[in-house]
């Protein structure tokens, strides 16, 4: 994993999308033009996550419990 550290309290959103700190675009190599309406980035995770889908924060950590 990145050395990106998450902040303490930090809550993760519930769906996925560019509000979150740590979203960005994915290169359009990845996905094409519409890039920023199909994946996000997750710069935490270093892993891409369908665009409004569940956070993967959210679902790693329930992997954890």
């Known amino acids: 994993m990145t050395d990106i ?3 303490e309290n930090f ?6 999308d560019y509000f979150c700190k740590f ?3 994915s290169g359009k ?3 094409g033009d519409c890039r920023k309406e199909l994946a ?3 710069k935490l995770y270093e892993k891409y996550n369908n665009k409004n889908s569940a956070c993967i924060g959210l ?7």
């Open 40 to 42: 996000v980035w997750c």
């Open 11 to 16: 809550e993760y959103p519930r769906y996925c």
């Open 29 to 31: 190599e990845i996905v």
């Open 23 to 25: 979203a960005s675009f």
């Open 59 to 65: 679902k790693e950590n329930k992997s954890d419990q």
């Open 5 to 7: 550290k998450k902040p």
